[in-house]
C-alpha cells in the first residue's frame, strides 16, 4: 500500500512538497511521480532509482526534485516554481525487482491565482 500526501492549492509561483510512503517493506527498484490532468493521459514526472538515479520530464526539468527521504519507505516530489499546467492529480508508484507496480491514490495539485 503506498500512501501519497502533500497536496492542495497554491499560487503560480509557489511550492509544495508531496511524500508517499509504502506502509510494507517491500524492495523498490524505482520509485516515481506521474500525474493526470482532467481530460488527459497520465504522464511521467519524475523517477528515481534504488541507485539514486533520477529522470524528469522536460516540463519540469529545474522545478521539481524527487528524493528518497530519511523516513523509512518513503520518498518525496518537492516542486517549486509551480504554474498552471503542473495542475493534475499526482499519483506515486514503485516498481519491485519482479516488474509489479504499485500505485498510491493520487493527491491533487491545484496551481491557481
Do not use: H
Request: aromatic content about 8%; overall charge positive.
Amino acid at each position: 500500500q503506498l500512501q501519497a500526501s502533500g497536496g492542495g492549492l497554491v499560487q503560480p509561483g509557489g511550492s509544495l512538497r508531496l511524500s508517499c510512503t509504502a506502509s510494507e517493506g517491500r524492495f523498490s527498484i524505482n520509485m516515481g511521480w506521474y500525474r493526470q490532468a482532467p481530460g488527459k493521459q497520465r504522464e511521467l514526472v519524475a523517477v528515481i532509482s534504488s541507485g539514486g538515479t533520477t529522470n524528469y520530464a522536460d516540463s519540469v526539468k529545474g522545478r521539481f526534485t524527487i528524493s528518497k527521504a530519511n523516513a523509512r519507505n518513503t520518498f518525496e516530489l518537492q516542486m517549486n516554481s509551480l504554474k498552471p499546467e503542473d495542475t493534475a492529480v499526482y499519483y506515486c508508484k514503485t516498481r519491485t525487482i519482479i516488474g509489479d507496480d504499485y500505485w498510491g491514490q493520487g493527491t491533487l495539485v491545484t496551481v491557481s491565482s
